[in-house]
């Protein structure tokens, strides 16, 4: 690839099906979904905090607006 100069990205997700069933186990396991996450920021934060997750220091990031 570098001889022609490309460069390729990609991302991977569960399903819906697998997210569902890990919302399941989770639940049924009582698991306290609040130790999951490392970070809680307000939406209009969401330019910092994407560049802190993009640095690749921390955990993996998701943005939930509420």
């Given at each position: 690839?570098s ?7 990609g991302?991977?997700t ?6 569902a069933?890990?919302?399941?186990f989770?639940?049924e ?6 130790s999951l996450?490392?970070?809680a920021?307000?939406l209009e ?9 993009d640095?690749q220091?921390?955990?993996?990031g ?5």
């Amino acid at each position: 690839m570098s001889s022609r100069q490309l460069s390729t990205s990609g991302s991977w997700t569960f399903s819906r099906n697998g997210r569902a069933e890990c919302a399941r186990f989770i639940a049924e396991r009582r698991i306290d979904g609040g130790s999951l996450f490392t970070h809680a920021r307000p939406l209009e934060e969401a330019v910092e905090t994407y560049e802190l997750f993009d640095a690749q220091t921390t955990g993996q990031g998701v943005l939930i607006p509420w």
